[in-house]
T-cell receptor, first 115, second 113 residues
């Protein structure tokens, strides 16, 4: 039973389509993150949320939007997908308590292909 | 501007050898330096982490060496095994209050049997 789940796991879509990637967690963590992974570029932060009412842009937020529907749910949207958004997307969570020192727990990833 | 620079991008090591991955940072406010390990088809997972009040941390075959004055830290994998083949990411953050991690670009390690 996964603590951080992502849906869908794979998605192929066409340029211009709106896409939503969803993330749910059962860890009870307050912080959630969206990253994209590209070969040779590592993990780049798209958006992060420290609680339900807190949303922050990461280093590559252009072309993306997010929604924190509840403490356990954090969705990433591509309003009009383009081919260079083809990537592996990861959701992660962490606990703000000092003892955790911000260890992040990652979901299994969503492979998105934009044709 | 990349906050954490990681090298090499790829590394091939023979079984039983030592794997060394290096990272460097500029922001002296960073006070937490984790390493994440990612196997194919999986999300990254925390492997080992260090705070700058110590120069070395060892967990089994994995050791972080930290040089505060040089603003560098490295991961050493002793007696490397084929099961260690994975992508390794170094990262840095300014403690739990600010929270976000700044990742290096990753090193793909292959250990040949």
């Amino acid at each position: 039973d996964a603590d951080v789940t992502q849906t869908p796991r794979n998605r192929i879509t066409k340029t211009g389509k709106r896409i939503m990637l969803e993330c749910s967690q059962t860890k009870g963590h307050d912080r959630m993150y969206w990253y994209r992974q590209d070969p040779g570029l590592g993990l780049r932060l798209i958006y992060y949320s420290f609680d339900v009412k807190d949303i922050n842009k990461g280093e590559i937020s252009d072309g993306y939007s997010v929604s924190r529907q509840a403490q356990a749910k954090f969705s990433l949207s591509l309003e009009s997908a383009i081919p260079n958004q083809t990537a592996l997307y990861f959701c992660a969570t962490s606990d703000s308590s000092y003892s955790s020192y911000n260890e992040q727990f990652f979901g299994p990833g969503t492979r998105l292909t934009v044709l | 501007q990349q906050q954490v620079k990681q090298s090499p991008q790829s590394l091939i090591v023979q079984k039983g050898g030592i794997s060394i991955i290096n990272c460097a940072y500029e922001n002296t406010a960073f006070d937490y330096f984790p390493w994440y390990q990612q196997f194919p088809g999986k999300g990254p997972a925390l492997l080992i982490a260090i705070r700058p009040d110590v120069s070395e941390k060892k967990e089994g075959r994995f050791t972080i060496s930290f040089n505060k004055s040089a603003k560098q830290f490295s991961l050493h994998i002793m007696d490397s095994q084929p099961g260690d083949s994975a992508t390794y990411f170094c990262a840095a953050s300014r403690g739990s209050t600010l929270g976000r991690l700044y990742f290096g670009r990753g090193t793909q390690l292959t250990v040949w049997p």
